[in-house]
């Protein structure tokens, strides 16, 4: 089992800046990936970037230049460090855990973001 624990959601003015981080504890093993997802009132859950524990990055087109992630392996913590936010970026975000061995995955209890003047 994983567990995850998110924090660093808010409210923002567009332009702002936030970062979340989600934390990782259980059994974590040594391949895997954590990732960021967001879902906005009324729509699909969404990825918005990944990273392996070996630093492999994805991320959607929508935030590429803007969010970047990172993580700190012996924290077993990822980063997600969002820059220009906009309105549509308003959203529940949520953390997830993938073990690329098992492929099973663990999610965290999702954040608020709200970007709003």
């Known amino acids: 089992q994983v567990q995850l624990v998110e924090s660093g959601g808010g409210l923002v003015q567009p332009g702002g800046s936030l970062r979340l981080s989600c934390a990782a504890s259980?059994?974590?093993?040594?391949?895997?990936?954590m990732a960021w997802y967001r879902q906005a009132p009324g729509k699909q859950l969404d990825l918005v970037a990944s990273?392996?524990?070996?630093?492999?990055?994805n991320y959607a087109d929508s935030v590429k230049g803007r969010f970047t992630i990172s993580r700190d392996n012996a924290k077993n913590t990822v980063y997600l460090q969002m820059n220009s936010l906009k309105p549509e970026d308003t959203a529940v975000y949520v953390c997830?855990?993938?073990?690329?061995?098992?492929?099973?995955?663990?999610w965290g209890q999702g954040t608020q973001v709200t970007v709003s003047s």
């Open positions: 990273i392996t524990n070996g630093g492999i990055t």
């Open positions: 997830n855990f993938k073990n690329l061995l098992t492929m099973q995955n663990y």
């Open positions: 259980g059994i974590i093993g040594s391949f895997n990936a």
